[in-house]
């Protein structure tokens, strides 16, 4: 158990709908990541959260967007669906700062499907 | 571009043999590689890590190995268990104000009695 939780696990929406994915960080952690990975690849960079604002992101387009919490847990919006949306969407909290070397921790993730 | 790949999608292995996976890398300005290990239904979990100014890390098992020069990362895990079998990610951070996580697109081991 790594102390990042994600929520919903599992979940079915239609294209050109819009879908919010919850994630709570480990106790701690100030930095959250969001990454999406398809089937049968590696995950792929979307953004990342420090003190509520986003400070790096991926080759994903605006319809992808964040917000991280003064409670450091966070929330991954997408709009208007796509089917290559459909994926496993992953969390990961880390301690950035210091000497930290900002090991990420992940969560189990939500699995997107878009019909 | 960067990049961070795998020579082998699937590994297979009998209980007890040691395993390597192997993966290459293209940024030769990354700092830091770290090896994942995903069960299926589950995120990826961290099993070590080195960074740049090594050549080889050891952990419980695992032995991490950087060449440099090639540009190759490999995972050896010495007396492979059956709760070894799952998808081993390498991934490399890219340095710049935050830690953003490079993945390859995994290897498969199977561990077979």
């Known amino acids: 158990e790594t102390g990042v939780t994600q929520s919903p696990t599992h979940l079915i929406k239609t294209r050109g709908q819009q879908v919010t994915l919850r994630c709570s960080s480990q106790?701690?952690?100030?930095?959250v990541s969001w990454y999406q990975q398809a089937l049968g690849q590696g995950p792929q960079f979307i953004f990342q959260?420090?003190?509520?604002?986003?400070?790096g992101r991926g080759n994903f387009p605006p319809r992808f967007s964040g917000l991280q919490f003064p409670n450091y847990s966070s929330e991954l919006n997408v709009n208007a669906l796509e089917l290559d949306d459909s994926a496993l969407y992953l969390c990961?909290?880390?301690?950035?700062?210091?000497?930290?070397?900002?090991?990420?921790?992940f969560g189990e993730g939500s699995r997107l499907t878009v019909l | 571009g960067e990049s961070v790949g795998l020579h082998l999608p699937t590994l297979s292995v009998q209980e007890g043999d040691n395993s390597i996976i192997n993966c290459a890398y293209s940024?030769?300005?990354?700092?830091?590689f770290i090896w994942y290990k995903q069960e299926s239904g589950k995120g990826p979990q961290f099993i070590i890590d080195i960074r740049s100014n090594m050549d080889k890390r050891q952990g419980q098992r695992v032995t991490v190995l950087l060449n440099k020069t090639v540009k190759h990362l490999s995972l050896q895990i010495a007396a492979t268990q059956p709760g070894d079998s799952a998808v081993y990610f390498c991934a490399e951070i890219v340095s710049g104000g935050y830690n953003k996580l490079i993945f390859g697109a995994g290897t498969r081991l199977a561990v077979h009695p």
């Open positions: 106790s701690g952690h100030n930095t």
């Open positions: 959260y420090y003190r509520e604002e986003e400070n």
């Open positions: 940024n030769s300005a990354s700092d830091y």
């Open positions: 990961a909290s880390s301690l950035v700062g210091g000497t930290n070397t900002g090991e990420l921790f």
